[in-house]
């Protein structure tokens, strides 16, 4: 019922920034937050920042002052602007939507992920 789709994925020096893009479509009114996740080879999977319908916003430690999530609602699309990144950021990050509609009830979506590289 929904689809997501990231990009702004890439290879990038120590320092420098990379936008990436969640974009939304389907069933997009049952969203109740969007969060990008991230997972590096023999890591766990780990939530880097979310935004709730209501706009809140929750980032994790490591990121933080340095990532800002944002959502450009007429384009049913959500950011994760990612400045000073460190080779630690490193990983194929990926969208997921929490949503609920009465048929389902509560469900996760995910997007294919995109890969980010931060090279030293």
């Known amino acids: 019922q929904v689809q997501l789709v990231e990009s702004g994925g890439g290879l990038v020096q120590a320092g420098g920034s990379l936008r990436l893009s969640c974009a939304a479509s389907g069933s997009t009114f049952s969203i109740n937050a969007i969060g990008w996740y991230r997972q590096a080879p023999g890591k766990q999977r780990e939530l880097v920042a979310a935004i709730s319908s209501g706009g809140s916003t929750n980032y994790a430690d490591s990121v933080k002052g340095r990532f800002t999530i944002s959502r450009d609602n007429a384009k049913n699309t959500v950011y994760l602007q990612m400045n000073s990144l460190k080779p630690e950021d490193t990983a194929v990050y990926y969208c997921?939507?929490?949503?609920?509609?009465?048929?389902?009830?509560?469900?996760?979506?995910w997007g294919q992920g995109t890969q980010v590289t931060v090279s030293s």
């Open positions: 997921n939507a929490d949503s609920y509609t009465v048929e389902l009830g509560p469900y996760d979506y």
